[in-house]
T-cell receptor
Framework: EAGVTQSPTHLIKTRGQQATLRCSPI?????VYWYQQALGLGLQFLLWYDEGEERNRGNFPPRFSGRQFPNYSSELNVNALELEDSALYLCASSRRGDRNTEAFFGQGTRLTVV | AQKITQTQPGMFVQEKEAVTLDCTYDTSDPSYGLFWYKQPSSGEMIFLIY??????QNATEGRYSLNFQKARKSANLVISASQLGDSAMYFCASPWGSQGNLIFGKGTKLSVKP
């Protein structure tokens, strides 16, 4: 069974540009979560999608947005990139319904803004 | 507000010895779960072990076990017979209230010495 896959692995963008990160969940998982892990700041929750809808949002500005497609894959879009957006972006998926079900993570996309 | 605290930024352990990584949590939710994840230098978060608040026994999973003390609100991870491959960041996490997303502690960097 394939795990959570993220693309691209690395992404370099210029300040002010837009970045699009992609995530494919484990088969049978309907929930997708996005986290940002900036250097020295730990994992910060960004967005949670389930069944195509945004279910919860972390304390991030609106230029961080995303969506979930009918096949449960997801995109994270970051507009008007700033230098401090440089971070590892991790996607996780889980089965919906039980919040105490473990989430499985992808290998991450390392975004560098120059 | 819900909070996960890991007070040990870094830990050293000799190969083949046991080590305990601390985690305390602060929640008013009567039903909750606690997760531990391992993050090697490659970046991927690997699920290790889960403890539910109503579980009668401490969770165990191979060389990993949880020392769960509900009254003290602590869920410490015990790794027995440490191996060089255990060198990594370790994160304690819990669901955010009724939401599916996790909140994480700041992590502990474990270094296993040969």
């Amino acid at each position: 069974e394939a795990g959570v896959t993220q693309s691209p692995t690395h992404l370099i963008k210029t300040r002010g540009q837009q970045a699009t990160l992609r995530c494919s969940p484990i088969s049978g998982h309907t929930s997708v979560y996005w986290y940002q892990q900036a250097l020295g700041l730990g994992l910060q929750f960004l967005l949670w999608y389930d069944e195509g809808e945004e279910r919860n949002r972390g304390n991030f500005p609106p230029r961080f947005s995303g969506r979930q497609f009918p096949n449960y894959s997801s995109e994270l879009n970051v507009n008007a990139l700033e230098l401090e957006d440089s971070a590892l972006y991790l996607c996780a998926s889980s089965r919906r319904g039980d919040r105490n079900t473990e989430a499985f993570f992808g290998q991450g996309t390392r975004l560098t803004v120059v | 507000a819900q909070k996960i605290t890991q007070t040990q930024p870094g830990m050293f352990v000799q190969e083949k010895e046991a080590v305990t990584l601390d985690c305390t949590y602060d929640t008013s939710d009567p039903s909750y779960g606690l997760f531990w994840y391992k993050q090697p230098s490659s970046g991927e978060m690997i699920f290790l072990i889960y403890q539910g608040s109503y579980d009668q026994q401490n969770a165990t999973e191979g060389r990993y076990s949880l020392n769960f003390q509900k009254a003290r609100k602590s869920a410490n991870l015990v790794i027995s017979a440490s191996q060089l491959g255990d060198s990594a960041m370790y994160f304690c996490a819990s669901p955010w209230g009724s939401q599916g997303n996790l909140i994480f502690g700041k992590g502990t960097k474990l270094s296993v010495k040969p």
